[in-house]
T-cell receptor
């Protein structure tokens, strides 16, 4: 069963705009990861945020984590056409830190 | 440094046929994983390995077997393929436990079972 669920399922924006994607999960976690997948490719790791962190930055990416609401958000600022991809959050299952559960993803389209 | 590679990239099988998917990594990672990705469902873990000679079941292990005879290789086998196994299969590896470490993914194998 899915642990994390992304919202929205699809997002279309213009180049230069910001994109926000959300992830909700069901059980307590040690950390949460975000991945990107370009069409026809494997996933690429973006960022890992630990349960004791509220916010983390990496370049144009900003990730927040609210453990009280069991939710995380990924913000991409000043988006580019190359950011067009699917974005997934991943969380460990409660009983197994090797079993990561991925959501169905948010499909982001950035129009030039 | 090739990272994670998968062989083959595409394959079409008939129901009942068998095949093996090969995953190789050159990063000296202990942990390796096999996932399947179906439309609208994200990735689901099939089997994983925490080191050479070890394997464990993931979320959807039925119909698949795995082996990790060498640290750098992780094989996924389908003994008797079924149409429900039509999917894109991804291999991944990580230095440590998946939840605490970045996973590196291969490019995927697109499998169609007729």
């Amino acid at each position: 069963s899915q642990q994390g669920e992304e919202d929205p399922q699809a997002l279309s924006i213009q180049e230069g705009e910001n994109a926000t994607m959300n992830c909700s999960y069901k059980t307590s976690i040690n950390n949460l990861q975000w991945y990107r997948q370009n069409s026809g490719r494997g996933l690429v790791h973006l960022i890992l945020i630990r349960s004791n962190e509220r916010e983390k930055h990496s370049g144009r990416l900003r990730v927040t984590l609210d453990t009280s609401k069991k939710s995380s958000s990924l913000l991409i600022t000043a988006s580019r056409a190359a950011d067009t991809a699917s974005y997934f959050c991943a969380t460990p299952t409660p009983s197994n830190n090797n079993d990561m559960r991925f959501g169905a993803g948010t499909r982001l389209t950035v129009k030039p | 440094n090739a990272g994670v590679t998968q062989t083959p990239k595409f394959r079409v099988l008939k129901t009942g046929q068998s095949m093996t998917l090969l995953c190789a990594q050159d990063m000296n990672h202990e942990y390796m994983y096999w996932y399947r990705q179906d439309p609208g469902m994200g990735l689901r873990l099939i089997h994983y390995s925490v080191g050479e000679g070890t394997t464990a079941k993931g979320e959807v292990p039925d119909g698949y077997n795995v082996s990790r005879l060498k640290k750098q290789n992780f094989l996924l086998g389908l003994e008797s393929a079924a149409p429900s196994q039509t999917s894109v299969y991804f291999c991944a590896s990580s230095y440590g436990q998946g939840s605490y470490n970045e996973q590196f993914f291969g490019p995927g194998t697109r499998l169609t079972v007729l």
